[in-house]
């Protein structure tokens, strides 16, 4: 083994960003936490939570950046390290939707308790568990295991479609529950935009262990077929 | 304009060490293809086969087929013909020290029987201005010694030379390794000028040059080629583990 120094430098970089991740994964589940409980005190834990991602996001970027400054990283370091970067803006969002639950969660506590037709904490599990599992996967460097995680996208964004269909009907028939409706809505958006951050993850592991890009693909492959379908009639 | 070389079956030996083994290798035309390697595994020995250059050092024999455009070089024709369609350039600069930098650059062509004075103004002024070099030498052509350019001025200058004899494959052997930043990115602009006209392969220790320069690259090691791909996957994603441990600096 050669390169000592930069193979130390490569394992400090992927140490932090697991620090991080750590730190955005404990942001979705104390601002669902405090949903649950509507307890303001873990609301403040998020908001000096998501300083700390904040201040890591940027030592995480001037780590990658002196790397491939001094290093010239080639092939799979290089892929890595594209990795890192983009692994580390998608996990400081998962902290800043993190701050939007609890941000809602503060305006709620304010209005009495309603009933609602949403099951943000059936949710909130499902897209914490694919934050779990994409970094997971980026820690044992296994494509497979990320490429499970993509279809799991796909039932987080039915809950979410389902979840603003309900609360629009209850904006519309119960005009005196619309507010806490809105802020439930923004509470699943935001969760759906959690599991949109696990995919990106585990599409940039994908990308780092086997440098196979599989952002978009089923936009990408309709476009194909519609290419093709157009060439063929052509 | 430039040929593509089919390279088939080719293994080269000094005396007993047999330091080419069984290369298959599609060079395409007007294009630049890089070869790497660690030292000793066999690059410029290959290079030195396309241009039968190997074979003068003693001892030294090829064997295999290198088709340079419809030409099998090795049958087909005579070894100083190959070399003024294959022109080569060092990794230092060979300037004639007593010559100018005229006739350095006409050097070749005389040696092909050129002579006409006027023919041999209009190809120096040709091929040094194809390698980036006549307006800074223009004025003194035939006063300044060849040798008291600068290192990177002498590298255009053996460049000129190659290519003043109109060859179809230019091969470089780390042509720009003794050079400062600045004129190594003269030659790396000349590179990508000149593979228009020319089939250009490049030796290189440099993995950015490399990556810079070629279309395609090559990686040699322990007398085999390993794998030959689009500079790109090479780069970012080489399909042979061999490759990757190599340009990650992780090799030995």
Redesign the interface.
Same mark, same amino acid.
Request: no cysteine; glycine share 14%; net charge neutral.
């Given at each position: 083994m050669t390169r000592i120094r930069f193979q130390q430098s490569l394992e400090n970089l992927k140490e932090k960003l697991l620090v991080e991740a750590g730190l955005a994964e404990q942001a979705v589940q104390r601002a669902i936490e405090a949903y649950r409980k509507r307890d303001l005190s873990i609301c403040e834990l998020v908001s000096r939570g998501e300083i700390d991602i904040n201040i890591l996001e940027r030592e995480i970027d001037q780590a990658a950046l002196d790397l491939l400054a001094m290093e010239q990283p080639m092939a799979g370091d290089l892929r890595f390290i594209l990795s890192v970067i983009k692994i580390n803006a998608e996990l400081e969002r998962v902290g800043n939707a993190a701050k939007t639950i609890s941000e809602r969660v503060r305006h709620m506590e304010r209005m009495a308790a309603a009933e609602l037709p949403v099951n943000i904490p059936r949710m909130a599990e499902l897209a914490s568990e694919m934050v779990r599992m994409s970094l997971q996967a980026f820690i044992e460097a296994d494509a497979e295991a990320a490429r499970s995680i993509l279809t799991m996208d796909d039932a987080v964004d039915a809950m979410n479609k389902a979840a603003f269909k309900a609360l629009i009907k209850v904006m519309e028939e119960q005009s005196h529950l619309a507010p806490q409706a809105l802020n439930a809505l923004m509470i699943s958006r935001a969760l759906e935009r959690v599991a949109d951050h696990a995919t990106n993850i585990a599409e940039d592991v994908i990308f780092w262990v086997l440098g196979d890009d599989v952002r978009h693909h089923k936009s990408v492959n309709l476009l194909q077929q519609q290419q093709d379908k157009g060439e063929t009639s052509a | 304009m430039g040929v593509g070389i089919e390279v088939t079956n080719l293994n080269a030996w000094y005396g007993a060490n047999h330091a080419l083994q069984d290369i298959n290798l599609n060079i395409p035309a007007n294009h630049a293809t890089a070869l790497i390697g660690p030292s000793g595994c066999g690059k410029s020995t290959f290079v030195r086969c396309l241009n039968r250059m190997h074979e003068t050092i003693p001892g030294a024999r090829a064997t295999g087929t290198v088709r340079i455009g419809d030409l099998d070089i090795y049958k087909d024709i005579k070894p100083v013909e190959i070399r003024r369609r294959v022109g080569m350039v060092f990794q230092r600069p060979n300037p004639f020290p007593t010559m100018s930098i005229y006739d350095n650059v006409a050097a070749g062509l005389k040696l092909n029987g050129y002579s006409n004075r006027h023919v041999l103004d209009e190809i120096v002024e040709r091929s040094l201005k194809n390698s980036a070099l006549w307006d800074e030498v223009k004025d003194n052509l035939k006063k300044e010694s060849g040798a008291s350019l600068s290192g990177g001025q002498q590298q255009r200058m053996c460049i000129a030379r190659a290519l003043a004899v109109d060859p179809e494959v230019l091969l470089m052997d780390e042509p720009a390794s003794a050079l400062d930043p600045v004129s190594t990115s003269k030659i790396e602009d000349l590179i990508f000028q000149l593979k228009a006209q020319y089939t250009i392969v490049i030796v290189t220790h440099n993995?950015?040059q490399a990556a810079r320069v070629a279309e395609k690259t090559g990686f040699f090691l322990n007398g085999r080629m390993v794998e030959f791909d689009s500079t790109d996957k090479i780069?970012?994603?080489?399909s042979d583990k061999r =490759?990757?441990d190599y340009? =990650?600096?992780?090799?030995?």
């Open positions: - | 993995m950015q780069f970012t994603n080489p =490759t990757e340009i =990650t600096g992780r090799f030995g």
